[in-house]
């Protein structure tokens, strides 16, 4: 059964330092999304992004952050200086075109990170 | 604003069934869903709800929509201690799908 991949599943990082986290959507999907979710809180959105360029973002999803899709396979999110609040697990996430069908999301397993 | 709203906790004996009740602001959304995470993983979606259905039901789970009142509820017919996990509900917008609190349920044995 395809699935999304995220790697690594845990980066252990010092403030400031620059992270990148890599996610292989589903091949055939067209919507990609980043999420985190801060221990024990809820599922918050970062960002979308369709056709190469950024669809929605949230107020989380500031100057620090942003997304690529470097190939075709590929979506990665960067934190470029990253602060102690980036502690989170992000889940990386993909769909179809979210008119078709029932537009469901299918989540990665979470890259830990823990900034110290 | 966008908000989405979850008891946090629940706990229920074996054998009963659990309800896990949500509300949300779009009522623009065309599907609702419910997604489940056990510890350690991601989100799996558990089932959904086209916005012009009252009720659906799938095996143990049944979805009841309320759209004059935006509220959205799961129930799990004959919870078993694997049903132990987060249930989050969650609403589609455009181009983002956002995500209740999220609920704990706790099957006691």
């Known amino acids: 059964e395809p699935e999304v991949t995220q790697t690594p599943s845990h980066q252990v990082t010092q403030m400031g330092q620059e992270v990148i986290l890599r996610c292989v959507p589903i091949?055939?999907?067209?919507?990609f999304y980043w999420y985190r979710q801060i221990l024990g809180q809820k599922v918050e959105f970062l960002v979308s992004f369709y056709n190469n360029e950024i669809s929605e973002k949230s107020e989380i999803f500031d100057d620090q952050f942003s997304v690529e899709r470097p190939d075709g396979s590929n979506f990665t999110l960067k934190i470029r200086s990253t602060k102690l609040e980036d502690s989170a697990m992000y889940f990386c996430?993909?769909?179809?075109?979210?008119?078709?069908?029932?537009?469901?999301?299918?989540f990665g397993e979470g890259s830990r990170l823990t900034v110290l | 604003g966008e908000d989405v709203e979850q008891s946090l906790f629940l706990s229920v004996r074996e054998g009963d069934s659990s309800v896990i009740n949500c509300t949300y602001t779009d009522s623009s959304s065309t599907y609702l869903y419910w997604y489940k995470q056990e510890p350690g993983a991601g989100l799996q979606l558990l089932t959904y709800i086209f916005s012009n259905m009252d009720m659906k039901q799938d095996q143990r789970l049944t979805v009841l929509l309320n759209k004059k009142d935006k509220h959205l509820s799961l129930r799990i017919a004959d919870t078993q201690t694997g049903d132990s996990a987060i249930y989050f509900c969650?609403?589609?917008?455009?181009?983002?799908?956002?995500f209740g609190t999220g609920t704990r349920l706790k099957v006691l044995a």
């Open positions: 996430a993909s769909s179809e075109e979210p008119g078709q069908n029932t537009g469901e999301l299918f």
């Open positions: 091949s055939n999907h067209l919507y």
């Open positions: 969650a609403e589609k917008g455009t181009y983002k799908y956002i």
